[in-house]
């Protein structure tokens, strides 16, 4: 079955710091990878997203590129903000199949 | 746009008692809402799947008469939790699919906190 193994948290770094949250995964065929990022109070937002191997996602300064052959969907920001603080979880999920197969999410906390 | 509401946001309920959650798509239509459960810091778990004007699809080892989902409308789904006890405190969160978008893009609500005294 599917599964996705993230880097245990927290996480806690200097602004401006570089930022890398490890994300592995198993899965049958040929899934998408996600990373969703959870502000405090709020719901799960979509970060970025890769559908096919060698592809890069990339938002707001996160970028994560979908390595087949590492099974991997490492999520790096250059320079990280406070406002970066939050929860962020690593997910996949097969075409065809809605279901998401989340890991199990990495606080982090950025200080000034 | 893509916003999903939860209400309420908190509840705190009784043993024994039957708890309503709605989901709501506020700017879209949803053909399918899922329903997560979300341990404190564990991952969130994936409960059911409900399809508009169709029973929901539930996964291994969640209690369909325990959890009862309706998905009565392209924007509404609720999730009620029967008989409540308090190993059912959790957080509940929803998310809707839209409808004709990318098959992969969920959105998801803040979330409902229960709470079963």
């Known amino acids: 079955g599917n599964s996705v193994t993230q880097m245990e948290g927290p996480v806690t770094l200097s602004e401006e710091a570089f930022l890398t949250i490890n994300c592995t995964y198993t899965a049958t065929g040929y899934p998408s990878l996600f990373w969703y990022v959870q502000y405090p109070g709020e719901g799960l937002q979509l970060l970025l997203k890769?559908?096919?191997?060698?592809d890069k996602g990339s938002n707001k300064g996160f970028e994560a590129t979908y390595r087949k052959e590492t099974t991997s969907f490492h999520l790096e920001k250059g320079s990280v903000q406070v406002s970066d603080s939050a929860v962020y979880f690593c997910a996949l999920g097969n075409f065809g199949n809605e279901k998401l197969t989340f890991g199990t999410g990495t606080r982090l906390t950025i200080i000034p | 746009g893509a916003v999903v509401s939860q209400h309420p946001s908190w509840v705190i309920c009784k043993s024994g008692t039957s708890v309503k959650i709605e989901c709501r798509s506020l700017d879209f239509q949803a053909t399918t809402m899922f329903w997560y459960r979300q341990f404190p810091k564990q991952s969130l778990m994936l409960m059911a799947t409900s399809n508009e004007g169709s029973k929901a699809t539930y996964e291994q080892g969640v209690e369909k008469d325990k959890f009862l989902i309706n998905h009565a409308s392209l924007t509404l789904s609720t999730l009620t939790v029967t008989s409540a006890h308090p190993e059912d405190s959790s957080f509940y969160i929803c998310?809707?699919?839209?409808?004709?978008?990318?098959?992969?893009?969920?959105?998801f609500g803040p979330g409902t906190r229960l709470t079963v005294l």
């Open positions: 890769a559908t096919k191997a060698d």
């Open positions: 998310s809707a699919r839209l409808a004709g978008g990318p098959g992969d893009t969920q959105y």
